[in-house]
Nanobody
Framework: QVHLVESGGGLVQPGGSLRLSCAAS????????MGWYRQAPGKRRELVAW???????NYLDSVKGRFTISRDNAKSTVYLQMNSLKPEDTADYFC?????????WGQGTQVTVSS
């Protein structure tokens, strides 16, 4: 199966930056759409950013202009650069890949923006 591992989370001050990485390994037959979701305590999981096989990106309105998703296909890795972080960005962040007709999830990485 496919294994996704996130890294790069941590504790930052408001206005700070973090860069999340998600590395995929296992049975990967083609370049897949990938994205980042987040879930804060007591809230539903929401899509933050998405990148297609062709490199087209899409963002949650509240992170537009602050977050940038990118991918390195040679490394099977997707990134999320997060700038100008706000306390409301505090959440567990999860990487997702769609391979064939199946969804694969990482275990998550914590992002805490102190206030």
């Amino acid at each position: 199966q496919v294994h996704l591992v996130e890294s790069g989370g941590g504790l930052v001050q408001p206005g700070g930056s973090l860069r999340l990485s998600c590395a995929a390994s296992g049975r990967i037959s083609s370049i897949s759409p990938m994205g980042w979701y987040r879930q804060a305590p007591g809230k539903r999981r929401e899509l933050v950013a998405w990148i297609t096989r062709g490199g087209t990106t899409n963002y949650l309105d509240s992170v537009k202009g602050r977050f940038t998703i990118s991918r390195d296909n040679a490394k099977s890795t997707v990134y999320l650069q997060m700038n100008s972080l706000k306390p409301e960005d505090t959440a567990d962040y999860f990487c997702k890949a769609v391979i064939g007709n199946e969804d694969y999830w990482g275990q998550g990485t914590q992002v805490t923006v102190s206030s």
